[in-house]
């Protein structure tokens, strides 16, 4: 039996010191996060008079009672989720229908079509331009600004024909064939069921990036009943936009400035559950996908 390998001294101090900085790092990341949710569930004087640092203080839900009173909140995440789920599945549809065949090498002029698909990635044409060409697609101010301009990422791209090359090897699509499987149908019937990582980690990007989207929306939207949920967030903490209805029932001006405050770190909160929610159901997924996504041939 193999004795115990015991470790030197240096290799101690380092141990000792790799411990150290990760935990000192978890606690940089990590305290923010329990801050804000603390002084959401802590009440309005003691969040104004600077009393929460770590846990809540005289807890208390007014914060989320006002920002479930702006009827603002309520169409902003509709729209938001609207944007989520759509965006995403136009996304990871083209994504796909552009990778699997960029993945085969059979494919002629796959290195044209490749290159073209890289050259977007390191020249744009602009805002100015892009604006035009939206607003002459006559997609200002509709949901479609928000949906087609971004509706292909390229990085996503590539990580997926990765994905395949690595994943989906040419003999299983000749064995299909001499089963008289057709392209399609190897695609939807075997390349797609084969494909549940990349396709839950490429799915998280495109979600997250549609649920945080703020500038498009800024640019594009005019009405109000279309804004995303970060728009509507903007007017909240940016520009201390609280309305009546928000705080009507606070009637000093001192209570209301609390309330402001409460309402400030519970929109932050409500802001994040979606994304929070989804990724413990994609986590299982993502590792691997993103591992196998990154090797290069």
């Excluded at 892009?130 to 697609?137: A, K």
Aim: hydrophobic share 55%.
């Amino acid at each position: 039996m193999l004795s115990a390998i015991s470790e030197s001294k240096s290799d101690r101090i380092f141990t000792v010191l790799n411990y150290t900085f990760l935990v000192l790092l978890l606690i940089i990341i990590l305290y923010p996060l329990i801050f804000i949710v603390s002084a959401s569930i802590s009440s309005a004087q003691a969040v104004t008079s600077g009393k929460v640092w770590l846990w809540p203080v005289d807890f208390s839900v007014e914060g989320y009672k006002a920002v479930f009173n702006h009827s603002k909140i309520w169409s902003g995440y509709a729209n938001s989720l609207f944007y989520m789920v759509v965006g995403t599945l136009i996304n990871v549809a083209l994504t796909i229908l552009a990778a699997y065949p960029l993945s085969r090498k059979g494919f002629r002029g796959r290195n044209i079509f490749m290159f073209l698909f890289v050259f977007t990635m390191i020249f744009d044409g602009g805002l100015i331009p892009t604006y035009l060409l939206v607003n002459d697609l006559g997609m200002v101010n509709t949901r479609w600004a928000l949906l087609i301009p971004g509706a292909l990422a390229v990085f996503n791209v590539i990580i997926t024909i990765t994905f395949f090359r690595t994943t989906i090897p040419g003999e299983l699509l000749e064995s299909a064939q001499l089963d008289g499987c057709n392209d399609f149908k190897f695609l939807w019937k075997i390349v797609l069921p084969l494909s549940a990582p990349i396709i839950a980690v490429i799915s998280l990007f495109y979600a997250v990036g549609h649920w945080n989207q703020y500038f498009d929306a800024l640019i594009y939207l005019r009405n109000e009943n279309l804004f995303p949920l970060q728009i509507i967030l903007r007017e909240i903490l940016i520009q201390s936009e609280v309305t009546s209805e928000m705080i009507g029932y606070a009637t000093e001006f001192e209570a209301q400035t609390g309330l402001r405050e409460l309402i400030k770190y519970a929109v932050i909160i409500v802001a994040s559950l979606p994304v929070l929610i989804i990724y413990p159901f994609v986590q299982k997924h993502f590792v691997k996908g993103v591992m196998i996504g990154s090797l290069k041939e």
